[in-house]
């Protein structure tokens, strides 16, 4: 947020840029062989690694470690949730500029950060066609993608509590760049451990931007930025990842969908000026100077802890909302990782080809697009958490009408708006879900209590992985039969134990 590197990074800002430089030059030099392999019928495996992909290993090993050095602060972090004073803009302020350039660069970084994941299901079947491996083996990809992911939200989610919450994403960042090459991993191993790696930085960003959010909008507008930010950086980067597909994968192949973390992750490092840190942490660690240059640009002002409203839950009342919140991450995991990451695979046995299915997929997400709006606008006007019952029923349906018969589903329009409705309901429930889960937590803890919610989201994922190791490849009739009863039970919990966060200040909430 201010003009220098040590404003926008710490004290060894040039530490942290040199180490971002050598990753630049690390991902470059692994090029020049993948345009070989392209003019060789864009296959990889079993090819002799040449002395340039070597050196930019090297590069790379040398510059990550670097970088995140260089980003963590040099200060021994103090923080704590002792504070008695709170951060937080007149409910009445509008969004100036700088509230406007924090969402557009999170939204950006959110379908960065989604694009990745979602890239799995559309590169397993041409991976299979190329190391010559059967599906349930494929499986190991998202299975330790997965679990990456779910690492990552934890490992973060922590990191932000601890060092803030800029330097959690810019060390995200670092490694999403990073690990750009794995589409240059000659053997389905390597592949297997940069997809690990790859994942845990992708696991670190959905959790720390909406705790972000939550801390540095105004009250009147947090509830409708945090559910529209999440829900357009979810379905766009779903959009992203399955327009990549359907546009390049068919002329250069699969490995290229995983080249295209790198650029658009120096784009967000470049765009670090105007990711802020919450006001509470730079007081707590007595960075006076960049708290009262952040009062200025987002109208924040410092007012005494509040006292808790009397209907507002007692701490057993917390936890067993928080439950309810890890079961329904948990259940929607399985929906989404289960059913939508193998959807790619089952529309190619239904007999659609790549590009046919890779079309069904990006139209069904353009379809959802539009409802992100309106679960912004039920979340922040209506009920906060009946919007979030709501978007489960959603999904209710679209398992529902995925138990049509085939013959219905070969209709391409309906086959669409079923998929759409699934989309629709589990993009929109995670983009609730999570600032939900923010909201009703303690700053000192917020960045890790979203990212216990976040990782329960990937861990349902990792255990459908492990069943098609197994050999059970869900489908979608099988996935929806399966998963019907757990999302009515689900919408049930929030619907009994949730509480309404609409019109509350943070410090209000925290109290409780």
Known sequence: MGDTNTSIIGERGRWFWLGCALISVGVLLHLPMLAMAHRMGSHFSQMPTDPEMLVGMAAIALG????????????????????????????????????????????????????????????????????????????????VALTGTTVGSLLWGWLADVYGRRVSILLSTILFAATAICGAMPTFGWNLVMCFLMGSSAGGMLPVVYT????????????????????????????????????????????????????????????????????????????????????????LESRPRAAAPADLPSP?????????????????S???????????????????????????????????????????????????????????????????????????????????????????????????????AAENTTLGRRGRATGLVAGSSKFGGVAVQVAALAGFIPTLVGAAVTLIIPTAITAGMIAWLGRETRGRTLGELEAG
């Open 334 to 436: 399985l929906v989404n990782f289960g059913l939508l990451l193998w959807l790619p695979s089952d529309l190619r046995t239904r007999g659609f080809s790549a590009d046919i299915a890779t079309g069904i997929l990006a139209k069904s997400s353009l379809l959802a697009l539009p409802t992100v709006a309106i679960a912004a606008l039920c979340y922040a006007r209506l009920s906060s958490k009946w919007t979030l019952v709501a978007t489960i029923l959603v999904t209710l349906v679209g398992l529902v009408g995925a138990l049509l018969p085939a013959s219905l589903l070969s209709f391409q329009p309906l086959l669409i708006t079923v998929i759409a409705l699934l989309i629709v309901g589990t993009n929109g429930t995670i983009a609730v879900l999570l600032p939900y």
């Open 316 to 332: 057993s009342g917390h936890r067993q909302l928080n439950a309810a919140l890890i079961v329904t991450a948990l259940c929607w």
């Open 64 to 143: 990550v470690p670097l970088a995140c050095w260089g980003a963590v602060p040099a200060r021994h972090p103090r923080h704590a949730d002792s504070a008695g004073t709170d951060y937080e803009a007149r409910d009445d302020l509008p969004l100036n500029r700088w509230h406007v350039a924090v969402l557009l660069v999170l939204t950006l970084g959110l379908v960065i950060d989604v694009m990745k994941p979602a890239t799995l299901g559309f590169v397993l079947p041409g991976l299979r066609a190329e190391y010559g491996i059967t599906q349930s083996t494929a499986a190991l990809l998202p299975l």
């Open 212 to 299: 972000l959010l939550t801390e540095v909008m105004p009250p009147r507008h947090r509830s409708w930025v945090l559910v529209l930010v999440g829900g357009f950086g979810l379905v766009g980067g779903y959009l992203a990842a399955s327009g990549a597909a359907h546009a390049f994968e068919p002329t250069y192949g699969w490995r290229v969908l995983w080249l295209q973390g790198f650029p658009t992750g120096l784009l967000l490092l470049a765009l670090a000026r105007f990711i802020p840190e919450t006001p509470r942490f730079l007081a707590e660690q007595g960075r006076t100077a960049e708290l009262q240059r952040m009062q200025r640009r987002f109208g």
